[in-house]
Structure formats: structure tokens, C-alpha cells
């Protein structure tokens, strides 16, 4: 259980700080990365994924709870190398991403302190944090994020069984397609601790003109990653 905290919490925040760098580098003003683009941000948060992954290879590299849960629901006997599929490992999965998303989300806000200082739009301000959809329906936004954390979910389980060599690459990759193909709608939490963990930040970092942290539409990012994670795990016990 040590192990999981460990590197589940290192590797998530890892995922966090580089992820949530990106949006800011992008969508904060006077940053040298401004307006770079939806790509940009995409781009990033998959090579934050793969950062992430080889920092928590002990563990599995879960970074997110719709894995765990998905992994779960497929039936695999083990979570990560020797790391058995019990109720007290699963616990301290979940603990360990949301903690690891906090931490890295804290450090992203570090990193740009100066450009938050300065910014005036709350909704940016939280965009650099958080998910929110560009149309706000939350049934809707609901089936977006199902959706994509299934085809997350559902691929990684078969990368498992189909080795293809590129090990987190492979990931990597499939994050960014995933943000470039179906991300628009909702920006594509796809994952419940890389919302809520930096939404809590959110909340309680010192940042001027900040604003609400839109809690009214947490639950998406975090009941529908959840849903899609366990229905890919399912899904994928038929291949």
C-alpha cells in the first residue's frame, strides 16, 4: 500500500503539473505559449500522461480512478506488478490519484503564479484547473465524458493484452486522439482526480479574481469518467 501512494501520488501529479502547464501556458495572458491552440494543449496532456506513466510504473501507472475502476470491472486479478486486485488497494488507488492531482495542480499554479496574479477572467482562471463544457448540458456533457473515458479505458486494456512494444507512448498517443476527436464538448476531463483534484486547488489557492469553482458541474467530470471506465472494462472482457 506504501508502494501505491508513492508512486500513484508522484505520477498523477506529475500528470497534473505538465497537463494542467499546458493550459495555462496556452490560455493565460503574457505567457510565451499563448494562443497556441487546442493541438497544443492536447499534444500536452498526452506527454504529461506519458510522464506520468513512466514516473508510476511500479504501481501500473493508474493517474486516474476510471482506470482503477475499469481494471476492476474487466477482472484482471492484479491492479499493477504484485499488486493484487483487493478493496484496500483499490481505496488507496483512488486516494493516491485525487492527493497526486492536487499536489501537481498546486505546483502548475506555482509555476505561472506572476500570470495568475494578473489575470482578470475568472473563467480562465479556472479553465487552467478544471474541465467545463463550451455548451452546458449536463446530460449531454454526461455521455461525452462516458464516452471518451470508454475508448480510454477500453484501449489500454487491450494494450495489455495486444503488447505492441511502445509501452506508454502508446498511451500518450491515445490521449491525444481522444482530446483531438472528441474533447471539443467538454474538454475532456476523462478522468476524476485530474478534475476534482485541481478543482479543490482551485478553491482554496490565494489566486485574485478567481471566482466560483463552478461546483454545480463537478459531478460530471467525475460520475461520467467512471461510468465510461467501468463500461470499457466490462467491454473489453469480450476481446
Do not use: C
Amino acid at each position: 500500500m506504501a508502494t501505491i501512494f508513492l508512486y500513484e501520488i508522484a505520477g498523477t501529479a506529475m500528470l497534473t503539473l505538465l497537463g494542467g502547464g499546458v493550459v495555462a501556458n496556452v490560455i493565460l495572458g503574457k505567457t510565451k505559449g499563448n494562443g497556441g491552440g487546442w493541438l497544443l494543449i492536447s499534444f500536452g496532456w498526452g506527454l504529461a500522461v506519458f510522464a506520468g506513466v513512466y514516473v508510476a510504473y511500479k504501481t501500473g501507472a493508474h493517474l486516474n480512478p476510471a482506470v482503477t475502476f475499469g481494471l476492476l470491472a474487466s477482472g484482471a486479478e492484479e491492479y499493477g506488478p504484485g499488486i493484487a486486485v483487493t478493496a484496500g488497494n483499490t481505496i488507496a488507488y483512488l486516494v493516491a490519484e485525487l492527493i497526486g492531482a492536487f499536489l501537481g495542480a498546486v505546483l502548475a499554479w506555482l509555476t505561472y503564479k506572476n500570470h495568475y496574479d494578473q489575470e482578470q477572467d475568472a473563467a480562465t482562471i479556472l479553465g487552467t484547473f478544471s474541465t467545463g463544457p463550451e455548451i452546458r448540458n449536463y446530460g449531454w456533457n454526461f455521455v461525452t465524458e462516458v464516452i471518451g473515458t470508454f475508448v480510454l479505458v477500453f484501449v489500454i486494456v487491450l494494450f495489455g493484452k495486444t503488447p505492441s512494444g511502445l509501452g506508454p507512448l502508446a498511451v500518450a498517443l491515445l490521449v491525444v486522439s481522444i482530446g483531438a476527436s472528441l474533447g471539443g464538448p467538454t474538454g475532456y476531463a476523462i478522468n476524476p482526480a485530474r478534475d476534482l483534484g485541481p478543482r479543490i486547488a482551485h478553491a482554496l489557492l490565494p489566486i485574485p479574481h478567481k471566482g466560483s469553482s463552478d461546483w454545480s458541474y463537478s459531478w460530471v467530470p467525475v460520475a461520467g469518467p467512471i461510468v465510461g471506465g467501468v463500461l470499457g472494462g466490462l467491454a473489453s472482457m469480450a476481446f
